[in-house]
């Protein structure tokens, strides 16, 4: 019976020994598979990173653009009051007397008729002849 007994807790012993080698096997496929994730986690990690870095970087290309489009904008209506002033003041040029006169004068040197003349200045044809005769 000793033998029997001495016998059992051999077998139990083995097969003990065989549940924690196995759990020692798992144990181990696990640590695997926790070192592979935590891997996979600092290299999503650093992806974020840097995702944020550029997305930091294109706000920031951004608010610069922003920034020179208002300046660009701000330029482009000075300019713009500056060219109504000169469009006016050549309007105003374009309407004077003495600015008719020439161009008649020098249309008349030239041998433009008198009805070309009157289409070109928006006069009448009497008064580019008055002011053919004036000169």
């Known amino acids: 019976m000793s033998n029997l007994l001495l016998l059992l807790f051999t077998v139990s012993e083995i097969v003990l020994l065989c549940v924690v080698i196995l759990f020692f ?11 592979a994730l935590q891997l996979k986690q600092e290299e999503f990690i650093k992806r974020l990173q840097f995702n944020t870095q550029l997305e930091n970087e294109l706000v920031a290309t951004f608010e610069q653009r922003q920034a020179g489009l208002v300046t660009l904008n701000e330029d482009l209506e000075k300019k713009s009051v500056e060219l109504k002033k000169l469009v006016d003041l050549a309007n105003d040029y374009c309407k004077s007397p003495q600015f008719m006169r020439e161009i008649i004068l020098n249309g008349h040197r030239a041998g433009k008729s008198t009805t070309a003349m009157a289409k070109a200045t928006g006069l009448s044809i009497e008064e580019v002849e008055l002011i053919i005769d004036q000169a």
């Not at 096997?25 to 070192?35: A, G, P, V």
């Open 25 to 35: 096997l798992r144990l181990r496929k696990s640590e695997s598979l926790l070192t």
